[in-house]
């Protein structure tokens, strides 16, 4: 079964609103999660790694007051696209790793986001 | 330079047959790790095996096995008896151990088409 899970699978808004997409470990404390994002036919990319009880770290040219990402517990790491645009349509993606070295990575289910 | 190569952005496949996936690597780390995932339409990100850079044996998991060959930083997926459920998006993926950052880079990715 899934051991990350992400919520919401896929959520439509309209631009300027703002979305919260939760990833949480079910059956494991993450330290670290990650967040990417996949554009039609691309690749996966990483958008910040989003650390418990600091800061999260942005890849260049993320920007971190648009992307806003929280990791209140060692289970659950929060992404909130902020004032969406229809650019910002995408699809997104949570994963944290599991396993003595980090050996296993295991990513939740994804959230299909389209702003309108 | 592009961490991970996959050259090959479709492929098909008979049924029951093998078929290998390619992928190249580009590190200077002696610590590493590399990974492939199977995305079907659906989005989400199925783990299927994963290969340690010290690991002597090729690392193998029901149908998948991973050729490793460190010398030519090459890490192919061989897929046997291909079935109808395997027909996805298939990243090839890598993990620098002594750089501490624990994020994944992916491949453009492979889209495997099984044909009946």
């Known amino acids: 079964g899934a051991v990350v899970s992400q919520h919401p699978s896929w959520v439509i808004c309209k631009s300027g609103t703002s979305v919260k997409i939760e990833c949480r470990s079910l059956d494991f404390q993450a330290t670290t999660m990650f967040w990417y994002r996949q554009f039609p036919k691309q690749s996966l990319m990483l958008m910040a790694t989003s650390n418990e009880g600091s800061k999260a770290t942005y890849e260049q040219g993320v920007e971190k007051d648009k992307f806003l990402i929280n990791h209140a517990s060692l289970t659950l790491s929060t992404l909130t696209v902020t004032s969406a645009h229809p650019e910002d349509s995408s699809f997104y993606i949570c994963?944290?790793?599991?396993?003595?070295?980090?050996?296993?990575?295991?990513f939740g289910q994804g959230t299909r986001l389209t702003v309108v | 330079a592009q961490k991970i190569t996959q050259t090959q952005p479709g492929m098909f496949v008979q049924e029951k047959e093998a078929v290998t996936l390619d992928c190249t690597y580009d590190?200077?780390?002696?610590?590493?790790?590399l990974f492939w995932y199977k995305q079907p339409s659906s989005g989400e990100m199925i783990f299927l095996i994963y290969q340690g850079s010290y690991d002597e044996q090729n690392a193998t998991e029901g149908r998948y096995s991973l050729n490793f060959q460190k010398a030519r930083k090459s890490a192919n997926l061989v897929i046997s008896a291909s079935q109808l459920g395997d027909s996805a998006m298939y990243f090839c993926?890598?993990?620098?151990?002594?750089?501490?950052?624990?994020?994944?880079?992916f491949g453009t990715g492979t889209r495997l088409t099984v044909i009946p």
């Open positions: 993926a890598m993990r620098e151990r002594q750089t501490g950052a624990n994020n994944l880079f």
């Open positions: 590190t200077s780390d002696q610590s590493y790790g």
């Open positions: 994963s944290a790793n599991r396993g003595q070295g980090n050996t296993e990575a295991f």
